[in-house]
């Protein structure tokens, strides 16, 4: 078997996710052949079709690559504080991000063409919110009107998502942690009380 950019020591399976991974990336789904993934794999063509049937498969698997943006919320939220808790979560974010740049990248990218994609990043946008509700929720120690939490944790989360869809244009620099944004709302929850 031919020598890989992926190493002969990971399993078949393995180097053509990564093949296919670096090829839709550079060169985009469409105009990847399995021929190619196949070639980079260092693997026969016909294997590549053994595990993916459709190489929409091969999207689909690399979809569930993505890192678990789940966070318990113990680990970020500082109890009064929604400023400092929203910023540690939105750091852990971007520490899981920056793991998958490249896999991010390319599925932002595919998400216009493959429906599968498309529904994945909603169900992913959906825990976002979810998630920062749970946070500023805790950090608030229930004194927050719901209606702007809800409201706040979707405007986080499009501004958390919106900077990781264009993450592989901002160079080697660290993300800005967004702190006159989670300030903003940090602040504006916190001027108006829940009704009693």
Same mark, same amino acid.
């Given at each position: 078997?031919?020598?890989? #950019?992926?190493?002969?020591?990971?399993?078949?399976?393995?180097?053509?996710?990564? %093949? %296919?991974? +670096?090829?839709?990336?550079?060169?985009?789904?469409?105009?990847?052949?399995?021929? $190619?993934? %196949?070639?980079?794999?260092?693997?026969?063509?016909?294997?590549?079709?053994?595990?993916?049937?459709?190489? @929409? +498969?091969? *999207?689909?698997?690399?979809?569930?690559?993505?890192?678990? #943006?789940?966070?318990?919320?113990?680990?970020? &939220? !500082? =109890?009064?504080?929604?400023? #400092?808790?929203? /910023?540690?979560?939105?750091?852990?974010?971007?520490?899981?991000?920056?793991?998958? $740049?490249?896999?991010?990248? *390319?599925?932002?990218?595919?998400?216009?063409?493959? /429906?599968?994609?498309?529904?994945? *990043?909603?169900?992913?946008?959906?825990?976002?919110?979810?998630? &920062?509700?749970? !946070?500023?929720?805790?950090?608030?120690?229930?004194?927050?009107?719901?209606?702007?939490?809800?409201? %706040?944790?979707?405007?986080?989360?499009?501004?958390?998502?919106? /900077?990781?869809?264009? @993450? /592989?244009? @901002?160079?080697?620099?660290?993300?800005?942690?967004?702190?006159?944004?989670?300030?903003?709302?940090?602040?504006?929850?916190?001027?108006?009380?829940? =009704?009693?």
């Amino acid at each position: 078997m031919a020598r890989t #950019e992926h190493g002969d020591d990971l399993p078949a399976k393995e180097r053509i996710l990564r %093949a %296919a991974e +670096d090829l839709f990336a550079e060169s985009g789904f469409d105009a990847t052949p399995t021929s $190619r993934i %196949a070639e980079r794999a260092g693997v026969p063509k016909g294997l590549v079709h053994y595990y993916f049937r459709r190489k @929409a +498969d091969l *999207l689909t698997a690399l979809i569930k690559r993505l890192p678990d #943006e789940q966070i318990d919320a113990a680990w970020v &939220v !500082v =109890p009064g504080d929604i400023a #400092e808790s929203l /910023r540690r979560l939105v750091s852990e974010l971007d520490a899981r991000l920056a793991r998958s $740049r490249m896999l991010s990248h *390319l599925l932002w990218r595919e998400a216009d063409t493959h /429906r599968a994609v498309r529904d994945a *990043l909603h169900d992913r946008f959906q825990q976002l919110v979810r998630q &920062v509700r749970t !946070v500023i929720i805790a950090a608030g120690e229930g004194d927050l009107a719901v209606a702007d939490v809800d409201s %706040a944790a979707g405007l986080l989360a499009l501004a958390v998502s919106y /900077r990781h869809s264009v @993450a /592989r244009h @901002a160079g080697d620099d660290p993300p800005d942690l967004m702190e006159r944004e989670l300030n903003f709302i940090a602040d504006a929850l916190m001027a108006r009380p829940a =009704p009693g």
